[in-house]
């Protein structure tokens, strides 16, 4: 493999989920302050991709279409266009010219859109970090010093492996414009018709379908907001993302306090600008989670079955609030007693959010500037 210092043009692989692509930027980053004049493009999935799209050190930002190939066989010409779309991806691919292509994703479909790619230097995970055979389709292995690793520290481990240093300050670096942080204003208005002068507070009690397993109960999230209005004069957002909407009403509905649910954002970055504007964030162990550490936004972060190190927040004042068990972490998404969850009583998390307040109270948080 050539120096990374002579890569010029550089091809990184994270397809998904929404978490996992904020928590690469960092080392993204970091190789960006080693190498100002190399030039990154990013592989990603719709899903996700807002969250790059305007970035600064992207020079370009491709779109995996998945949604097309959703059902493809039923329809001929949802078929055509699937194809379509994936021919000109692999196009965009082979001409892009690369260097190296860096896949931190690591399952089959990421390692295949490398091997696609026609680049010679293909690195990415060794198993058993590589999953599904990925690990065949790389000429350069890397291995993390530790499964445990916080996803954030396994990617910096990954360029450092490459040669580019990583010390210093962890940046995210969210392109979240003026737009964006006038987008958010339209829900947070609604702040100013609470009672109250307390601590602004977004709770995000949803997640992906797919992460079902991930929420937190919703009679602990009733108990918890009435508290903190009750108690500190909290002034409540509650947040959503799509299928979410009807989680966040339900527990809007049970209150016995006033709280505003957030309105429809156009994009995670929307989502970004409003926890921006928060003094703490609540929620699981969910892609909004990060957004809101990449805010630089206080978390109290509920964890049931997943890795409370592998998974924690990283950049921003946090506290975990789980009730570990000898099964977890796991990753049993049709568990059906959800004990881990369950276990967890709005009181714990209340204290923890008190306390994260206190702590963070007299600090001053980074302004982050947006773009324009």
Request: neutral net charge; aromatic residues 8%; charged residues 20%.
């Amino acid at each position: 493999m050539n120096s990374v210092d002579k890569c010029k043009n550089i091809l990184i692989i994270r397809l998904s989920a929404i978490g996992d692509v904020v928590r690469t930027l960092p080392a993204v980053n970091a190789w960006h302050r080693h190498s100002p004049e190399t030039r990154f493009t990013w592989l990603v999935e719709p899903a996700a991709a807002s969250v790059l799209e305007g970035h600064v050190v992207l020079d370009r930002v491709l779109i995996f279409e998945r949604g097309l190939f959703s059902g493809f066989w039923r329809s001929p010409k949802r078929l055509g266009s699937a194809l379509l779309s994936l021919f000109t991806l692999l196009g965009e691919l082979r001409s892009g010219d690369f260097d190296l292509v860096v896949d931190c994703h690591g399952i089959f479909k990421s390692a295949l859109f490398a091997r696609f790619s026609g680049v010679p230097d293909r690195v990415g995970f060794a198993r058993p970090d590589a999953k599904e055979g990925s690990h065949r389709f790389y000429t350069h292995h890397f291995r993390p010093s530790s499964s445990d690793l916080n996803r954030v520290e396994r990617v910096l481990e990954f360029v450092e492996f490459l040669g580019v240093p990583s010390a210093g300050s962890v940046t995210y670096q969210l392109p979240v414009t003026a737009g964006n942080h006038q987008r958010a204003q339209t829900s947070l208005a609604g702040l100013e018709e609470l009672q109250g002068d307390g601590p602004i507070i977004a709770l995000h009690p949803g997640s992906s379908k797919k992460t079902a397993y991930k929420r937190w109960h919703q009679n602990g999230y009733v108990g918890l907001i009435n508290a903190l209005v009750e108690k500190i004069g909290a002034r409540v957002i509650l947040t959503w993302g799509p299928d979410e909407r009807e989680t966040v009403e339900l527990i809007a509905g049970n209150l016995r306090v006033p709280v505003v649910v957030a309105k429809k954002t156009s994009s995670l970055l929307d989502l970004a600008a409003i926890f921006a504007a928060c003094d703490l964030y609540v929620g699981g162990d969910t892609g909004p989670m990060h957004l809101a550490v990449a805010m630089n936004t206080p978390v109290v972060a509920i964890f049931g079955p997943t890795h409370p190190q592998v998974n924690a927040p990283y950049g921003a004042p946090y506290r975990i609030v789980r009730h570990p068990l000898p099964c977890s972490p796991c990753r049993k998404r049709s568990c059906k007693t959800q004990l881990c969850l369950e276990a967890i009583g709005w009181r714990r998390v209340y204290a923890e959010v008190e306390e994260l307040l206190d702590e963070t109270a007299n600090e001053d948080r980074e302004v982050l500037v947006p773009n324009q």
